[in-house]
């Protein structure tokens, strides 16, 4: 008594996908091609493929009219296959389903000044799907892709230019899906853009790494405007949707209570949780102008963006958890897994892409978060890639169940905590494309895609052992687990 001991009655139980990752139909309707479908398959389970693209990467792509070597042109053929995909999701009670629309599908070189009226059927016809099952759509704006043209036009986010153009397909979708689209995120996993490429549309590889760390900053701060007028417009045109921001959420433990060691673990969770501080508290925290001047960045921009990022905050909070890392005082880069920079943590499993496995993270960084920015949460991503074994129609997947149960354990551990949470959208309901390495032998579904990493197979689904597990859960909205 006295704090709340279970899932909220209207909680958003669902799955999420990506476009680029599940759509395939590359080339159809009028779609453009984009960056997602220029990288090519990673050749090391650990090493991530988006680290090779340069501009002459981009040339041979682009002249490549196959799907060979470039496994997102293909997906899972949810472009053909929606109907049957989202009968599954209703089949489990989905609540939501979170994915995106492709921005090349209907602005397919970027800077048209008129959509593509096949592309925006397409996605009518998707969300016409969900209405008959009464599931909601949550839809990504951006997730880790845009139309290449505006690579080779203006080097991506990087130009100011884009923010227009960008804005210019928000204010589309926002008008011809009112009152259709109760939630929107603007760019997936927006921290990742220092990573490059895949985020920003930015080909920077020929420069050096203060450079680069100079371009990304920059590209990042005009999509930090794009959102915000991607807010305003929204409220505007259909106030009754709600908007938010995405992290990659990758929580830092010290790697001892030695203080210094503390102190750069606190460092480093601050300088993840910059991308929501700006998007949320919508100002540029001041312990960025430190590491802006250290690292000799220098933002460039324009008189209205302060007030622009001031007065449209995301309405909540939404991010990906996958997992923590650790971190010492003037600890070089190490590697971990094929993602994360830090070090291990001695404490945790890992899968089988170096991943380590941290439910108890998930409840600490629900805390976190809920304690500094008081706004509602939504964890919009968590899921087990891993190697699954397909026998007699099936796979017997307790290794996910098990991963999942953990996360959702802990999730209802931050409600009891008080935390404001919105949902679940747990990663990759369907098997889909790896995103950091396009394999398609990462498997997260509860849903087995009869296709390999060359893409052979029937593309037939099949059900696993989680599909039914995850339907229990939501039907006793998280009591059963
Ligand atoms: C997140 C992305 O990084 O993690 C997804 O938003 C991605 O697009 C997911 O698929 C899992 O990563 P991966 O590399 O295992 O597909």
Known sequence: EGYPQQFPKNFLWGGATAANQVEGAWNVDGKG????EVVKKADDRKKIS???????????AIADPTDKNYPKRRGVDF??????DIQLFAEMGFKIYRFSIAWARVFPNGDETE????GLQFYDDVISELEQYHILPLVTLSHYEMPIGLTKKQNGWLSRDTIADFNRFTETIFKHFKGRVPYYLTFNEINTGVWGFHETGVVDSDQSHQEQLQTRYQALHHQF???AIATKQLHEIDPDAKIGSMLARMQTYPATPNPADVQAAQMEDD????FTDVQARGEYPEYMNRYFAENNIKLKMAPDDQELLKKYPVDFISFSYYMT???????????NGNMATGGRNPYLEESDWGWQIDPVGLRISLDEMWDRYRKPLFVVENGLGAVDKFEDGTVHDAYRIDYLRKHIEQMKQAIEDGVDLMGYTMWGPIDLISFSTSEMSKRYGFIYVDQDDDGNGTLKRYKKDSFNWYKQVIASNGADL
């Open 33 to 36: 091609l984009t960056t997602a």
């Open 79 to 84: 472009y053909h296959h929606y109907k049957e």
């Open 271 to 274: 300088k993840n949780l910059f």
């Open 50 to 60: 988006m680290d090779a693209v340069t501009k002459e990467s981009i040339e041979t």
């Open 225 to 227: 405007v794009a959102s």
């Open 115 to 118: 959509p593509n009226q096949a």
């Open 325 to 335: 890392t650790v971190t010492k005082a003037n600890q070089g880069a190490e590697v």
